[in-house]
């Protein structure tokens, strides 16, 4: 029998899809230091995800209150703070991935576990891409950091449910090449 603390900050959600994949190398983003991130994309059907999400966001504003606080008396109310849970549909009215879906950008300075649907490490790095469904553990955490205070999203770990049309525009060398050409042995185009 498992002996397990929960953690009121820590979600696991259902199947999501990635989009902006950056799990196997850091990548800066404007500028700041590099980090591996993703844009998980939460279906608005999955009203459980999001209610565990709001949960854990309200839990991170409960624990980082001495943080948001800062140099100040209160700590600003929640609804005035910047925080992860972002509606598609408002935000990216022209891109078709985030219709109908709720999205939160996560990120971490180490990269993700990533596992496949019987959790066996996946180290290929084609197998998870923007696109790609899974489920993804995410730990929301309050920040204050140069005038800027909120509730901000961790990446910890991936694991892949099933493959998706990539997002990046990217087509698979074997979709390209698909064709049923075939080569002439004795054709020697080079020679």
């Keep these: 029998m498992k002996n397990t603390v929960t953690n009121p900050t820590k979600v696991v959600t259902g199947v999501v899809r990635l989009s902006y994949a950056n799990i196997w190398t850091a990548k800066s983003i404007n500028g700041g230091a590099p980090k591996f991130s993703t844009s998980v994309l939460i279906p608005k059907s999955d009203t459980v995800t999001v209610t565990k999400i709001k949960a854990a966001i ?12 800062g140099s100040g008396k209160t700590v ?7 925080t992860p849970l972002r509606d598609g549909d408002v935000e990216r009215p022209d891109d078709e ?12 300075n180490n ?18 891409y923007s696109g ?9 955490y309050a920040y204050s950091a140069s005038g800027n205070r909120g509730i901000a999203c961790g990446l910890q770990n991936i694991q892949k449910i099933k493959d998706g049309e990539s997002l990046g525009g990217k087509v698979k060398a074997e979709d390209d090449f698909n064709d049923g050409y075939q080569s002439d042995a004795d054709d020697d185009f080079l020679g």
């Design 132 to 140: 790609v469904y899974a489920r993804v553990s995410l730990s929301f």
């Design 76 to 82: 600003p109310p929640l609804s005035t703070l910047k």
């Design 97 to 108: 991935a985030y219709k109908g879906c709720w999205f939160v950008n996560a990120n971490s």
């Design 111 to 128: 990269a993700p576990g990533v596992v496949d649907i019987h959790c066996q490490p996946i180290f290929e790095t084609s197998e998870i």
């Design 58 to 69: 309200q839990a991170a504003y409960e624990e980082g209150q001495g943080k948001l606080r």
